[in-house]
């Protein structure tokens, strides 16, 4: 076989697709495959806030956990994946092919924690601010608004001797 140089991606999302709920856990389970999870993971609301994010409880495994949801931005779709076993006739020279396929969509993502309680300062959270960062950095700027930036960036340079100037309008 010869050494692979590139992988090669391929997605493949079927027309319809069931919706699903979606939990994150802060575990690790020796099994990956369909659970009646829906009979014996039944979380329920606390009715309290922590930090801006309403919390919710659910037992696992005889382990209280304490949650929060979050949903998907708008704009954006959660897939639920699983990666096809390819055989070798699907390889070229120098490159791997890994294909997926959709198996599911979601909505909102639930994620558990057993040590602290949910906050806005969660890693799972933070994750989709970089979504919305990522929308900001690849949207068009026109002039004027390229001009306010600037203009707010170099009013914030206070470093002594800094003699920035902005280009005229």
């Not at 009715?47 to 954006?76: C, H, M, N, Q």
Request: some cysteine; proline content about 7%.
């Amino acid at each position: 076989m010869p050494a692979t140089s590139a992988v090669v991606e391929r997605l493949s999302v079927p027309a319809a697709l069931e919706k699903e709920t979606l939990h994150h856990l802060p575990c690790s389970i020796g099994y990956n495959g369909p659970a009646n999870v829906h009979s014996f993971f039944q979380p329920k609301s606390t009715g309290s806030t922590f930090d801006g994010v309403t919390i919710v409880e659910a037992a696992f495994r005889g382990r209280k956990l304490l949650g929060a949801t979050v949903d998907i931005p708008a704009g954006y779709q959660g897939l639920v994946l699983a990666k096809r076993p390819l055989d070798a006739s699907h390889e070229k020279e120098g490159e791997a092919i890994q294909e997926w396929t959709a198996e599911a969509t979601f909505s909102a993502l639930s994620y558990w924690k057993h040590d602290t309680t949910p906050s806005s300062a969660d890693g799972v959270r933070r994750c989709f601010g970089w979504l919305q960062l990522a929308d900001l950095i690849h949207s068009p700027v026109d002039g004027a608004t390229h001009m306010q930036m600037l203009q707010k960036i170099t009013a914030s340079d206070s470093r002594p001797g800094s003699k920035r100037k902005l280009p005229a309008a």
